[in-house]
C-alpha cells in the first residue's frame, strides 16, 4: 500500500531529522557555549576537589565524544536528562511549559488564517483601488514593524491607554491575556497569508470552471467560496504548517514583551546557562511536533485539494 | 444533494476554528479579578531556579527564600547588624572557635513539627553535601570544622556542628572567627525539616516548608510566586496577607503594570529611565545601598601591573564621580574605600588617591613610561552588558587622555569568570557582592593569601594583610575587631591591587498604594514590614 510506505518512509526521515538535530546541537552548543557547568552549580568558592567530583558526576571529564555517546543511550531509552540548572527532569518542565506556548500558537495561527484569508480573499474579489493602497500600506507595515515594538506599541495603545486589555501575563489563563500576544504574534504572517491568497485566488479566478460556474448562476462571491478557495488551499496551509514550527519554538520576544511562560523564554535562559540536557530535549520536541505536523498537512493536501489525489491515484 | 453536504463540512470546520478561537473568551471572559485588599504584588525579571535554601543564590530567589525561612539569626532592616531569630542568645569561647546557640522554643515548621538543634546539624550538613550542588553553602559555612572535607566528598558528616540537646546547637570552627555569627543570617544556614526534604513526592525546591513569616502557596513557573503570611509564625506577623512575585522579564512592561495599577513595586529599573522615573509624580522612586562594590582589578604578578607606580597611575585616573553620576546616571555612587557603607563597621574616606591626571602623569614618568610611551599593549576585560560596559568605556577614554592605550573586550559571564580564576586576564573590571553583610567577607576571600587561585583573583599576597585579618578573625571584641579589619583595608589600598570605583545601589519604583516600602540593606524587599494601603 503506497499510505503505509508512505508513513514508514517519513518516520526514517523523522529519525534522520532528529538525529541530525541532536548531533549538530550538542556539538554546537559543546563547542561554542562557553563556562563550565561544574563552576556554575558551585560558585566561586568551591574547592578545586569538589569541582571535579561534580565535573566527574556529571560526566564532564570524558571526552566530548564519550559524553555524546552516553546522550544518544539514553535518548533511546527516551529520557531526556535532567536539567544541569534546574535540576529537574528535561521532560517535565518541557511539559509545564508546553501548554502556554500551545495556547499562544493556536490562537496566533487562528488569527492569522481567519484574517490573512479573509483579507486575501476580499482583495481577490474585485479591483478596489483605494482599498488597495490601504491595503499594500498596511501589509508593508505589518512586516517592517520589529515584533518587540509593536508588542509595546499595543500595550501602549490597548492596555495602558485605552485599558481594555490587560498589558501582559497569563491572568490565570483569563483569554483576555491572550489577545494582544497573539495579534502580535500573528501580525506578519497575516500579511504573508493575505498576499499569497489573494495572489493565487486571483490567478484562479480568470480559469475555465470559475467562469462556468458563474454561467450556472453563482456570483463571484459564492463561486470564490465554492471552488476557488479550496484550489488555492495549497500554499496557504504550506505557509501555516511552516509558521506552526517557528511559531512553537521562536516566540521567546513576544512571550518577553507579554510575560508570557512559554518555551522560547525557557530554551533561551537554558541556552544562556550552558543547560545542554535542556536545550538539546527542547528542540527535539519541538522538532518531532513540527514533523508531525508536516506529515499530517502533506495528508491533508489531498483532502483539501482533489487534483493532488488524482495526481497520486495516476502516477501510483 | 453533494452540493449541500460539501458546504456544510467547509461550514463545521470554519466554525470549529471560531470555536477554539472565540468561545474561551466568551466562557471565561468574565475574569476573576479578585484579589483582596492586603496583598503587595512586586515585579521579579526571572524566575528563581530553586527555592531550596540550601541552593538560592541569586537576588529573586533569596528574597522569597529569606521569608520562608528564619536562621539562627537576622539582620536589622537598616544597619544590618545581627538580630536573634531562631537562636534567642549565643556565646563563643575566648579564642572564638567554639560557638554554642540556645534556640528559642515552640518555633514551627509549616508543617507543624517543631523546630530543633538537629534541624540545623541536617541542614548544614545537606547544604555542604555535594549533592546538593549548593553554590553558597561552602562560601557561608567554610570556617565550621570538617566542612571542607564535606564538600570535597571525603566524609558524609559534618564534624563541627551537633545538638547538645533538642534546644542547643554546638559549632565547633576550623579556625577563629569572632564575626562567624554575621554569616548565618544567610538562607543556606537556615533549619529544613528532613522528612519534607526527603519527601518524594515534592522535590523540596519547588515546595520548600520552612519557619519563616510566609509559606509558598503557588508557584507556577515564569508566571508567578505566590507567598502567604504564616499564621504560626512566633516573631512578629507581617502586615500583608500575601505577597505575589509575578515573573515579568522585560523591565518597560513591568512599570507599565505599575503604572496600571497591577504590579505595587518594580525591582528592575528600565535602563536609561532612571532619571525619567526619579522625576515621575504617579510612581515614588526609591534607592538605597547594595552591599556591592565595583572595581578595577589588576594581576600584580604580570607587568606592567607587577610595577606599584603602573597602578598607581591608573588609580588617580579613576573618575569615579563622573562614572557614578554621569555614565551610570546615579545608579551607583562612589566608592569611598573598598568595604560599602552599608556594612557594620565601614570606614569612610579611606581612598588614598583621587582623580587627578597630572598624578597619573607623575606616576607614569617615574614607572619609566613618561606620558605612556613603552607601555606594553593592555586589554581591559569586563563581563556582561550594561553597567559594566558603560564603566569600561568611560575608563578607557579617561587613560587615554593620559597616554594609556586600553583595548576593551566585554565577555560572557561564564566565559569572563573561566579566563579570569585560570589566570588568562591581568586587567578586568569587576564587581564584588558579598554573601553576609560583614567586612570579613569583602577583604578575607579577596585579599588573604590563601584565596590565590580562588578568589584573590589579584594574586595579592601581603604577610602584614593576612596577619591583620587573621587578628580580625580571632578578635572576640567588636571594636578591637573591627580596628584590624581597617588597618588591613588601608593597607590593601595602598598596595592596591585593584582600585575601588563605585559602590552599588538599588533603585526601585513603587506604588503610592505602598505606606511603607521597606527596603533592607541586603537588596530585600522586607515582605514581613511593608505595608499597603487598603482601598
Known amino acids: 500500500m503506497p499510505t503505509t510506505r508512505f508513513i514508514f518512509y517519513r518516520l526514517l526521515q523523522m529519525l534522520l531529522v532528529l538525529f541530525g538535530t541532536v548531533t549538530v546541537l550538542f556539538f554546537v552548543i559543546y563547542l561554542l557555549v562557553p563556562g563550565d557547568a561544574a563552576q556554575a552549580a558551585l560558585g566561586n568558592h568551591a574547592t578545586p576537589e569538589a569541582l571535579e567530583n561534580l565535573r566527574r558526576e556529571l560526566g564532564l571529564d570524558r571526552p566530548v565524544w564519550v559524553q555524546y555517546g552516553i546522550y544518544l543511550q539514553h535518548l533511546a531509552q527516551f529520557d531526556l536528562g535532567t536539567s544541569q540548572e534546574l535540576q529537574r527532569g528535561v521532560g517535565g518542565i518541557i511539559l509545564e511549559y508546553l501548554p502556554a506556548t500551545i495556547y499562544l500558537t493556536l490562537a496566533a495561527l487562528t488569527l492569522e488564517t481567519l484574517f490573512g484569508v479573509g483579507w486575501g480573499m476580499l482583495m481577490a474579489l474585485r479591483r478596489w483601488p483605494r482599498l488597495e493602497a490601504l491595503s499594500s500600506v498596511t501589509s508593508a507595515l505589518l512586516l517592517a514593524l520589529p515584533v518587540f515594538f509593536l508588542g509595546m506599541l499595543l500595550q501602549y495603545v490597548f492596555a495602558s491607554r485605552l485599558g481594555i486589555l490587560p498589558i501582559s501575563g497569563t491572568g490565570g489563563w483569563n483569554p483576555l491575556n491572550l489577545v494582544l500576544p497573539a495579534i502580535t504574534l500573528a501580525a506578519a504572517q497575516t500579511a504573508i497569508i493575505a498576499a499569497v491568497t489573494q495572489s493565487s485566488l486571483s490567478q484562479e479566478m480568470d480559469k475555465p470552471y470559475i467562469l462556468a460556474a458563474r454561467a450556472r448562476g453563482l456570483t463571484r462571491a459564492q463561486a470564490m467560496l465554492k471552488h476557488g478557495l479550496r484550489n488555492v488551499s495549497g500554499p496557504v496551509v504550506t505557509i501555516l504548517a511552516i509558521d506552526l514550527g517557528t511559531l512553537l519554538g521562536g516566540a521567546m520576544i513576544t512571550e518577553i514583551v507579554f510575560s508570557w511562560p512559554g518555551m522560547g523564554r525557557m530554551v533561551y535562559n537554558a541556552a544562556l546557562f550552558r543547560d545542554v540536557p535542556l536545550v538539546i530535549g527542547t528542540v527535539l520536541v519541538l522538532v518531532i511536533i513540527f514533523v508531525v505536523i508536516n506529515t499530517i498537512v502533506d495528508i491533508l493536501y489531498g483532502w483539501l485539494d482533489p487534483r493532488v489525489r488524482a495526481g497520486e491515484q495516476a502516477n501510483g | ?535
Not at chain 2, 105 to 114: A, I, L, P, T, Y
Not at chain 2, 151 to 172: I, R
Not at chain 2, 300 to 318: G, H, I, L, S
Request: proline share 7%; with cysteine; glycine share 6%.
Open chain 2, 1 to 535: 444533494m453533494g452540493i449541500f453536504r460539501k458546504r456544510s463540512t467547509k461550514f463545521v470546520w470554519l466554525a470549529m476554528l471560531f470555536a477554539v478561537a472565540v468561545a474561551p473568551v466568551i466562557i471565561m471572559g468574565c475574569g476573576e479579578e479578585t484579589s483582596s485588599s492586603n496583598v503587595f504584588t512586586y515585579a521579579e525579571s526571572s524566575d528563581p531556579a530553586s527555592l531550596d535554601p540550601a541552593q538560592v543564590d541569586e537576588v529573586v530567589a533569596i528574597n522569597i527564600a529569606r521569608y520562608l525561612f528564619d536562621g539562627l539569626v537576622g539582620y536589622d532592616t537598616e544597619t544590618s547588624e545581627v538580630v536573634p531569630a531562631v537562636a534567642e542568645s549565643w556565646e563563643s569561647n575566648s579564642d572564638a572557635t567554639e560557638f554554642t546557640f540556645h534556640l528559642r522554643k515552640g518555633v514551627r515548621f509549616s508543617n507543624g513539627s517543631e523546630v530543633k538543634a538537629g534541624d540545623f546539624v541536617y541542614a548544614w550538613s545537606r547544604a555542604l553535601a555535594p549533592d546538593t550542588m549548593s553554590s553558597t553553602a561552602y562560601a557561608i559555612l567554610q570556617p565550621v570544622m570538617g566542612a571542607t572535607d564535606l564538600a570535597d566528598g571525603k566524609t558524609d558528616k559534618l564534624t563541627g556542628v551537633e545538638a547538645a540537646d533538642d534546644y542547643t546547637l554546638k559549632v565547633t570552627l576550623e579556625f577563629p572567627m569572632a564575626d562567624f555569627v554575621s554569616l548565618l543570617g544567610h538562607p543556606v544556614a537556615a533549619p529544613v525539616p528532613k522528612d519534607e526534604v526527603e519527601n518524594a513526592q515534592f522535590r523540596f525546591a519547588e515546595h520548600p516548608v520552612g519557619n519563616g513569616p510566609f509559606i509558598l502557596t503557588e508557584w507556577k513557573h515564569d508566571d508567578q510566586v505566590v507567598l502567604e503570611k504564616n499564621p504560626d509564625y512566633y516573631g512578629q506577623d507581617a502586615s500583608i496577607d500575601q505577597a505575589v512575585a509575578r515573573i515579568i522579564p522585560n523591565p518597560a512592561t513591568a512599570v507599565a503594570e505599575l503604572k496600571a495599577g497591577n504590579v505595587d513595586a518594580v525591582r528592575t529599573i528600565p535602563a536609561g529611565q532612571t532619571e525619567a522615573l526619579r522625576n515621575d509624580t504617579s510612581v515614588k522612586f526609591f534607592q538605597g545601598p547594595a552591599n556591592a562594590v565595583r572595581f578595577l582589578a589588576f594581576d600584580v604578578t604580570k607587568p606592567p601591573f607587577d610595577n606599584q607606580k603602573v597602578r598607581e597611575a591608573f588609580a588617580w585616573d579613576m573618575d569615579s564621580i563622573k562614572i557614578a553620576d554621569k555614565v551610570l546616571q546615579g545608579q551607583e555612587y562612589p566608592a569611598d574605600g573598598i568595604v560599602p557603607t552599608s556594612i557594620p563597621g565601614h570606614q569612610a574616606d579611606v581612598m588614598p588617591y583621587s582623580f587627578d591626571p597630572e598624578q597619573t602623569a607623575k606616576r607614569l614618568e617615574e614607572a619609566g613610561f613618561p606620558g605612556g610611551a613603552g607601555l606594553p599593549p593592555m586589554t581591559l576585560y569586563y563581563p556582561g552588558v550594561g553597567p559594566a560596559a558603560d564603566t569600561a568605556q568611560a575608563i578607557q577614554s579617561d587613560l587615554k587622555k593620559s597616554g594609556i592605550q586600553v583595548e576593551i573586550t566585554g565577555m560572557d559571564e561564564g566565559a569572563f569568570r573561566d579566563q579570569m580564576l585560570s589566570g588568562g586576564m591581568s586587567l578586568f573590571l569587576i564587581s564584588w557582592q558579598a554573601d553576609a553583610p560583614s567586612i570579613d567577607s569583602f577583604l578575607f576571600p579577596l585579599f588573604e593569601s590563601s584565596n590565590i587561585g580562588a578568589t584573590d583573583v589579584f594574586q595579592y599576597a601581603n604577610p602584614e594583610v593576612d596577619e591583620l585579618l587573621g587578628k580580625a578573625r580571632s578578635a572576640p571584641d567588636v571594636n578591637q575587631r573591627t580596628g584590624f579589619y581597617n588597618e588591613a583595608e588601608r593597607k590593601i589600598l595602598a598596595d592596591m591591587p585593584m582600585v575601588p570605583i563605585t559602590f552599588g545601589q538599588d533603585a526601585m519604583v513603587y506604588s503610592p498604594r505602598v505606606t511603607n516600602f521597606v527596603h533592607t540593606s541586603l537588596g530585600d524587599i522586607a515582605l514581613d514590614k511593608i505595608t499597603v494601603s487598603q482601598t
